[in-house]
C-alpha cells in the first residue's frame, strides 16, 4: 500500500485545509491512459472503488489502476521558495 512522507502528510493537510473542502477531503490520484501518467487534484470524497489512504489526518484517494502501480511506492512532498507545491513518488524505505 502507499505510504505518505511526513512532508507528504503536512503538505496535504495544508492543501485540504486551505480550500474550500469538507474536512473528509483528501488528494485523489487517478490514471490517466490517454497520457500514459498520474492526476493529483483535490476532491472532496473518494470516488466509487478508490482506496483510500490516511496518514494523520492527512487523506489520498487512489482509484485501481493508481492503487496498483503505487502499491510498494512513497509519496513524497516538497515546497518550494514562492510557494508551489511538487509531489514525487519514491520507492519504499526498506524495513529492518
Given amino acids: 500500500m502507499l505510504t505518505l512522507t511526513e512532508n507528504a502528510v503536512l503538505v496535504i ?5 486551505q480550500q ?3 474536512e473528509e477531503a483528501g488528494l485523489r490520484i487517478a490514471t490517466d491512459p490517454t497520457a500514459g501518467s498520474l492526476t493529483l487534484a483535490l476532491a ?6 478508490d482506496q483510500v489512504v490516511a496518514n494523520s489526518g492527512a487523506r489520498i484517494f487512489l482509484d485501481a489502476d493508481a492503487a496498483q502501480l503505487l502499491d510498494d511506492k512513497a509519496l513524497d512532498a516538497t515546497v518550494d521558495a ?3 507545491v511538487q509531489f514525487g513518488i519514491a520507492e519504499q524505505p526498506a524495513l529492518g
Avoid at 44 to 49: D, F, N, R, S, W
Fill in 44 to 49: 472532496e470524497q473518494p470516488a466509487l472503488g
Fill in 20 to 22: 474550500a473542502v469538507p
Fill in 13 to 17: 493537510r495544508d492543501l485540504t485545509a
Fill in 82 to 84: 514562492q510557494g508551489a
